[in-house]
């Protein structure tokens, strides 16, 4: 199984940008799938998550301003950043925790100019 995550970039405070992560391969027992970030200098932060049965929960950092959703046909989460700040600057990641497994994928960068 792999995860490719996509749709980081450069982006000026209060703009928006759409997280991808897309899975590949045989994915059995989905618990949940989640987005994590990492800025310079920081220990990797949990921001949002969503179980099979659609339950979602966010970090306060982001409630209110971030968005997470999945399409299981295409073993997909998205993570829909509005009203972005430089503080929301960092590597994204995110990983499916199965009944048997975690697997994360590598990160995609946002950057938010101020």
């Known amino acids: 199984v792999q995860l490719q995550a996509s749709g980081g970039g450069l982006v000026q405070a209060g703009g928006s940008l759409r997280l991808s992560c897309a899975a590949s391969g045989s994915l059995i027992g989905i618990r949940a799938m989640r987005w994590y970030r990492q800025a310079p200098g920081n220990e990797r932060e949990w921001i949002a998550a969503?179980?099979?049965?659609?339950?979602?929960d966010y970090a306060d950092s982001v409630e209110g301003r971030f968005s997470i959703s999945r399409d299981r046909a295409k073993k997909t989460v998205y993570l829909q950043m509005n009203s972005l700040e430089p503080r929301d600057t960092a590597v994204y990641y995110c990983?499916?925790?199965?009944?048997?497994?975690?697997?994360w994928g590598q990160g995609t960068q946002v950057t938010v100019s101020s």
């Open positions: 990983d499916i925790d199965t009944e048997y497994k975690t697997y």
């Open positions: 969503i179980t099979m049965n659609g339950n979602i």
